[in-house]
């Protein structure tokens, strides 16, 4: 089998291993034809298999790696004065995590934040052993963490062994505007209720490949919580994301999301682009209609919901 230096090892277990190479799809033989591995991978019939979520690190940006599974990712952004993680990931992944990190020359403990996107177990599942491992600071918005503590001694969602969930102690409290600065990175951290009561997404992160920068966004979550008093929320939310303009790279939290900007995939699809890219050709993450499109469909789901709680509530006529 051709590959790539972009291997995708895709089998934990000794029985199969599949690589994703520019030529090669993963899981093609095993999943619907022309389905997008990064779809394959939360909604196919086998996206509840451990083996197919496991991946080896990639590189994306000089200063970015993609080191978690493959329906939830997690990134490290690099800086000489440390590092920052954004998202975790949940067991039986973290053992992978972690080791992904090491892969990309980073130590652990070099790394000085941790970002939990929002309150669910495949965002925050991961969190309480990275607390412990790096000793860094884990941030997550108020409503979130509430949620994050209310997680304790469930049985993890994905785990086979259905080991009892263990959740980070509360740190970090993240609020809307809150600046935050590792090395050459100024974040601003937004707070963006809907998909939860908390939800995350920071700005500022700057993006380097060669002498090129780009102005990166990390975030996730739709629109609307419930009822009249949700929906106007989910509008105050998606007037915050639209108002963030000139994002040309959307760190997005999931490979599967809508709209990826790519056709026909997602990250992992973006990815394959990457490994094939000869000089001179455009960064295939960099994408500034991928933001545009999100914040301007967050914008009309909401302004769409809105109109249809006031008209419950009687408000319309
Ligand atoms: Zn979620």
Not at 148 to 166: F, M, Q, S, T, Y
Not at 230 to 254: F, M, P, R
Not at 294 to 302: D, G, H, S
Request: glycine share 12%; with cysteine; aromatic share 6%.
């Amino acid at each position: 089998m051709h590959t790539t230096k972009l291997a995708f090892l895709v089998a934990a277990s000794c029985s199969a291993v599949l690589m994703l190479s520019a030529d090669v799809a993963v899981g093609a033989a095993a999943t619907p034809a022309g389905e997008p591995f990064s779809k394959t991978c939360r909604e196919g019939a086998r996206a509840r298999e451990v083996p197919i979520q496991f991946m080896e690190p990639f590189k994306v940006f000089d200063n970015l790696w993609h080191v978690g599974p493959c329906y939830v990712s997690v990134w490290l952004l690099t800086t000489p004065q440390g590092h920052i993680l954004f998202d975790t990931a949940q067991e039986p992944f973290v053992d992978m995590v972690m080791a992904n990190i090491r892969k990309t020359g980073v130590n652990l403990r070099d790394i000085k934040y941790i970002f939990v996107n929002h309150g669910h177990l495949d965002h925050a599942g991961g969190a309480a052993r990275l607390q412990e491992f790096t000793g860094a600071r884990v941030g997550a918005v108020a409503e979130d963490w509430t949620m994050i503590e209310e997680l304790a001694g469930k049985p993890g969602g994905r785990d086979p062994d259905k080991k009892p969930n263990v959740v980070p102690k509360r740190d970090l409290v993240v609020k809307e505007g809150d600046k935050i600065d590792v090395g050459d990175q100024h974040l601003t951290m937004h707070n963006a209720p809907g998909h939860t009561p908390g939800v995350m997404f920071v700005e500022g992160i700057v993006l380097k490949d060669g002498a090129n920068t780009y102005k990166g966004i990390w975030g996730g979550g739709g629109a609307g919580g419930e009822g009249l008093a949700g929906a106007q929320t989910g509008l105050v939310t998606a007037n915050e994301i639209n108002a963030i303009k000139g994002v040309q790279v959307y760190l997005q939290t999931h490979s599967w999301q809508e709209p990826n900007g790519y056709p026909g995939g997602g990250i992992h699809e973006r990815a394959k682009l990457l490994a094939t890219r000869k000089a001179g050709d455009p960064h295939p993450f960099v994408d500034p209609a991928t933001w545009d499109a999100r914040a301007k469909r967050q914008l009309e789901t909401a302004q769409r919901v809105l109109a249809e709680e006031r008209a419950k509530a009687g408000g319309a006529r």
